[in-house]
């Protein structure tokens, strides 16, 4: 009887050579002998198959930042924290993915958002040997990974494009070793280095725009994380255009006298949806992974999000965002755009079954789920340490039911810790206004006309006398902004089409990562 469906394909030969046939091991063995499978090791003790047939982005990305010992601050299964697939949806929906894959730009920007450095080139931003040096490097160390692009076409096999690692280099040979994550299709093979960029060179007819690859490395400091920006709701181009492009046009008008002009213009015209496009990063946990007791790393990374939460509201420039948003014109559009979503009990209801669904590894899908009850407890500082504000929930699906914590950072405004609700201020929209202003580029407020007024707005959103922490916060959702701006869809910018000077800055970038490895 006929079985329905493929079991893999035979890889073409030439013009790649299979990873473990008697010439794919020969050049391994030279490889390692010339130092050039350093970044091999900590890739295969990670190497995955992609779960769906578009997931190769996502598969090679998860990989990669799982071999670098990136941690992504929340839970995969059970009280592990880990890269999956289905955690990369901050910059394009799981849904669409699995669809029509995903394009370069938006692997980029996962990367980024995961909390990585990456240094990305389509082809008619590099040359060949340029690629060369950037794949002898990374294959020289396990601190660097290179992600390929290309057109599977080019190598005689079935498909299109396609996402891969590249796990080493064979010098004499100018042979690249392709660690494909489609391991139902194609096993791991080598490939002439110059048949790869001839691959890469060709146009994702998605986009429009070349192919290339990406140099994916770890952040020498994790930033903090309390903050993040989201591409989730599909308002949030309609909101990084207003940022980015009308808050400028904005602030040159005649009437900016004084810093609360400049503010209020900003918070006037406000897409009423924008609480969708940034949000503060809560962590979620089982109840059955731990009652009152928390791990030392889950302390930790509380703590860093507490000390973040306490420094954006010591700045001047949260004092005047917290006074307009106060006053009686603005009481009302702050209850529209985002509701009662500030207070603990409604943050509950909505985290809670965001959480169950992350969980369950039905990420994207909480409207599935349904909050049946949630409480906000207050653990009560024991032997010195900080009290911890927990809100806790029991969502149900079809399936059952399951109970989910969610720790919440909180900046200290009383000693004694209350009986009900939380132990101080927990995030809400008047520090996340003030991290987004803080994370606007430096050219955003340019435009004012008056020269006081702009030197006092200049001095406010400053980066440059924030404590470290904070800084580090904000210069990360300022790369958010910058690469999700880039990688919008075609219908307001391309993605990763940069100017000239930019293109000379991020190859003096990538150069001085290879000095490093």
């Not at 970044?39 to 295969?44: A, C, N, T």
């Not at 299964?77 to 990369?88: A, I």
């Not at 500030?342 to 209801?349: F, G, K, R, V, Y």
Request: hydrophobic share 35%; glycine share 8%.
């Amino acid at each position: 009887m006929a079985m329905a469906g493929l079991y893999r394909r035979i890889l073409p030969s030439p013009p790649a050579i299979d990873f473990a046939s008697s010439e794919g091991k020969k050049l391994f063995t030279e490889a390692i002998h010339n130092g050039t499978m350093e970044g091999f090791f900590k890739l295969i003790s990670y190497f995955q198959t992609q779960s769906e047939p578009a997931y190769c982005g996502l598969a090679s990305l998860s990989m990669v930042l799982n071999a670098l010992a990136i941690d992504p601050g929340r839970k995969w299964k059970g009280p592990w924290r880990w890269f999956d697939e289905n955690m990369l949806d901050c910059c394009e929906p799981l849904e669409k993915v699995k669809d029509k894959g995903i394009p370069f730009g938006k692997v980029v920007c996962l990367a980024h958002c995961a909390g990585a450095n990456v240094e990305a080139f389509r082809t008619n931003q590099s040359t060949i040997d340029d690629f060369r040096k950037y794949v002898m490097a990374c294959s020289s160390s396990d601190d660097c990974h290179v992600i390929s692009s290309y057109n599977r076409g080019t190598f005689y096999q079935t498909g299109t494009g396609h996402f891969s690692p590249i796990g080493g280099y064979h010098a004499e040979g100018d042979m690249a070793l392709i660690l494909d994550v489609a391991r139902f299709k194609y096993p791991p093979h080598w490939v002439p280095l110059g048949l790869l960029w001839e691959a890469m060179d060709t146009v994702d007819e998605s986009t429009g725009l070349r192919r290339g690859f990406m140099l994916v490395s770890r952040r020498q400091r994790a930033p903090a994380l309390l903050y993040t920006l989201s591409c989730k709701h599909e308002s949030w181009i309609t909101t990084a255009k207003y940022l980015m492009d009308d808050v400028p046009t904005l602030l040159s008008s005649d009437d900016m006298k004084n810093v609360e002009n400049v503010l209020s213009a900003v918070f006037t015209s406000l897409p009423s949806d924008f609480a969708e496009f940034i949000k503060w990063v809560a962590e979620i946990r089982r109840k059955e992974d731990g009652d009152q007791v928390l791990s030392e790393e889950e302390k930790g990374r509380l703590s860093s999000k507490e000390d973040v939460l306490k420094q954006v509201q010591e700045t001047g420039l949260y004092k005047h965002v917290t006074n307009i948003l106060s006053s009686e014109k603005f009481v009302c559009q702050v209850k529209q755009t985002s509701g009662d979503r500030d207070s603990l009990s409604n943050i509950a209801a909505s985290v809670c079954c965001q959480g169950a669904g992350i969980l369950t590894g039905k990420s994207g899908l909480s409207d599935r789920f349904c909050c049946r009850e949630t409480c906000v407890r207050c653990y009560r500082a024991i032997n010195g340490e900080k009290p911890v504000t927990v809100v806790s929930g029991t969502v149900v699906n079809g399936n059952g039911e399951q109970g989910v914590d969610m720790l919440v950072p909180v900046s200290q405004t009383e000693p004694s810790c209350c009986i009900s609700g939380s132990c101080g201020m927990h995030p809400a929209s008047n520090d996340i206004l003030t991290a987004l202003l803080l994370a606007l580029p430096s050219q955003t407020w340019s435009g004012i006309k008056d020269e006081k007024v702009l030197e006092a707005i200049s001095g406010l959103v400053s980066t440059d006398a924030l404590p470290p922490l904070l800084q580090e916060e904000i210069l990360h959702l300022r790369g958010q902004l910058l690469m999700l701006k880039r990688c919008k869809d075609n219908k307001v910018e391309d993605d990763l089409v940069l100017n000239e000077r930019e293109h000379f800055l991020r190859r003096h970038r990538a150069k001085h990562l290879l000095s490093m490895l």
